[in-house]
């Protein structure tokens, strides 16, 4: 959100290729879930390919605001080829990202994606209602343990944040963990 309010950058929106081809996707079309920021980038697609269009910044401030509050992950896109630049902005799910699909079938042995420098920690408020474990983790990071406490794995956890605003009682947070980078 803030990365969009604070660019005064071009955006273009569009389909998403990894729901547009899933067998059962998450969303109904329009899937205009994936963004390009800043130029060169969004306007090439905007200009160039038919499931991209222009957007404003409060259109895509809705857009992300809706995703959040369905679960998904905004993943953002930095390409070596194009200076290290943020360059793109996805809205994943584990039923349809192709990436996040991978990155659990092969529990991380191929570093296809990139942590966001944080994990989740649970405190001791855990009430273990089990709401973080029972699905919403996209990386499949969350378990019970005996005692019926939520147990992060720290090698799955992501850092998405998926879990934080799932827990009803605010017993889950993002805490800095310099070892993901």
């Not at 996707?25 to 963004?35: A, K, R």
């Not at 090439?44 to 857009?63: D, G, K």
């Not at 405190?123 to 089990?130: M, T, V």
């Not at 406490?149 to 963990?177: H, Q």
Request: glycine share 8%.
């Amino acid at each position: 959100r803030e990365v969009i309010l604070n660019s005064n950058s071009p955006i273009a929106i569009g389909t998403c290729v990894c729901r547009s081809l899933a067998e059962n996707p998450c969303l109904p079309p329009p899937q205009e879930v994936c963004m390009f920021v800043g130029d060169p980038f969004a306007s090439f697609i905007a200009e160039e390919n038919p499931l991209f269009r222009r957007a404003s910044q409060e259109e895509t401030v809705e857009i992300l605001e809706d995703m959040h509050e369905k679960g998904f992950v905004h993943t953002a896109y930095f390409k070596k080829e194009m200076g290290n630049r943020f360059m793109a902005l996805c809205n994943c799910c584990s039923c349809c990202c192709v990436g996040i699909r991978m990155w659990n079938m092969l529990e991380g042995a191929i570093p296809i994606m990139a942590s966001s420098g944080y994990v989740a920690e649970v405190s001791e408020d855990c009430n273990a209602c089990g709401a973080c474990a029972d699905g919403p983790c996209p990386f499949k990071a969350i378990t019970m343990d005996e005692g019926n406490k939520a147990v992060i794995n720290e090698a799955k956890c992501m850092g998405c944040g998926v879990c934080v605003d799932v827990c009803p009682i605010g017993a889950i947070s993002l805490r800095r963990e310099p070892s993901k980078g």
